[in-house]
């Protein structure tokens, strides 16, 4: 009999913590009841192309894009964001040069042009859009939490 008390006891702390816990994620499993029916899509978010570079919220964030990328061929054999971010063409096109971490291979050896693995910009580098966190986000950023920079004084 206690035994049971006690099994209870523990179900219903778990119930509750969960409810407690639980983060409220947006419903990412399609429509209900039917997960599997075709819905007309979300028109997409309008995008920043301010041409302002913004502020990356740590050192090694993948910057955001500033600009429009619509149209733009991004494919095995066709490369358009290389035809401005290039080493080779930055001058003609004012674009910032793809940085050293770009042109090296995971052995650290330097090449010539892009790596394999950073060939495909936007697996990593997203448009901007203004939209609201899915999730609340307490991040800090380090300056905010007493760090000062060198030289600050
Ligand atoms: C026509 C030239 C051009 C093309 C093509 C182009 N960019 Fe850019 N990009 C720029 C310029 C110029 C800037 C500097 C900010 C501005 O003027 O928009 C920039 C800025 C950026 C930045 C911000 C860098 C930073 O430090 O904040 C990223 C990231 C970027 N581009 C990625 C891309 C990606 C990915 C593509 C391809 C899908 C692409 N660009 C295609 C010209 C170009
Ligand atoms: C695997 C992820 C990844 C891919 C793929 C990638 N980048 Fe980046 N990129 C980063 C990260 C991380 C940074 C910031 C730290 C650094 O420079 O490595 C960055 C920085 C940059 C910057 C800023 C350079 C500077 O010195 O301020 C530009 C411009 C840029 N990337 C453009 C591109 C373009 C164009 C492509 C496609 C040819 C590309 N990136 C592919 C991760 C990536």
Not at 58 to 77: R, T, W
Not at 101 to 115: N, P
Request: with cysteine; aromatic share 8%; charged share 15%.
């Amino acid at each position: 009999m206690m035994m049971q008390f006690r099994l209870i006891a523990v179900f219903t702390a778990c119930l509750v913590g969960s409810f407690v816990f639980a983060q409220n994620v947006p419903e990412l499993s399609g429509p209900s009841p039917d997960p599997m029916e075709s819905i007309p899509a979300e028109p997409l978010e309008q995008f920043v192309t301010d041409d302002v570079r913004q502020m990356r919220a740590y050192p090694e964030q993948p910057p955001v894009i500033p600009h429009s990328i619509e149209g733009y061929q991004l494919s095995v054999n066709a490369n358009r964001c290389m035809s401005c971010h290039r080493r080779e063409h930055t001058q003609g096109s004012g674009a910032p040069m793809i940085s050293i971490t770009h042109y090296m291979t995971r052995e650290g050896q330097m090449l010539a042009d892009v790596s394999p693995r950073r060939y495909f910009c936007t697996q990593c580098h997203v448009s901007q859009a203004d939209t609201a966190p899915l999730i609340d986000n307490t991040f800090t950023d380090m300056s905010e939490m007493g760090a000062t920079g060198a030289g600050g004084n």
